[in-house]
């Protein structure tokens, strides 16, 4: 781990702390009674979460992103990884987001992108008090209905069929 550094930013309240676990651009808030750090994949999770509430998203994540999550899921003990086709910079008082999604077929999804921009604005500000610059959403798929029933059609045959006889 790297040895931890502090910025002052411009308002006496606030400082950065680039060290170990709490990611190169946290952000720190110091006051009377103490230090508060926010890391940066806090930010990346309320991002994921924020993206996945809007109407018309099917998932975030690239296709592998997505199948490792899978897998990851079913092992006991495993848990959703909401930062998941999610990457953040943060600085000192900004926050710039990219998001990778799966848009549901039959959706407007230029529509659907505005509308993940803008829920992840407001939560990352609400939440954290950072200023988001921008959030870039890459949809790099389309969601359909059948997808799901070829897929499960695909494993029954492949249970119900011996593959050595």
Known sequence: MTEATQRTSSTPTAQTSGAGSAGAGSRSGTGTAGTTTI???????????????????????????????????RIPGGSTNYSQGVSV?????????????VA????????????????????????????????NVTVNDVWLPEDDDKSSDERQQSQQQPRVQ
């Open 39 to 73: 890391a940066d994949v806090v930010v990346s999770k309320i991002a994921g979460m924020a993206a996945r509430e809007v109407a018309g998203v099917h998932a975030v994540g690239g296709g592998a992103a997505r199948a490792f999550g899978a897998i990851r899921e």
């Open 89 to 101: 910079e943060v600085g000192q008082t900004e926050a710039a987001v990219d998001i990778e999604l």
């Open 104 to 135: 549901d077929y039959g959706v407007a999804i230029a529509d659907v992108a505005e509308s993940v921009r803008r829920n992840v604005a407001t939560s990352i500000e609400r939440m954290t008090g950072l200023k988001v610059i921008e959030v």
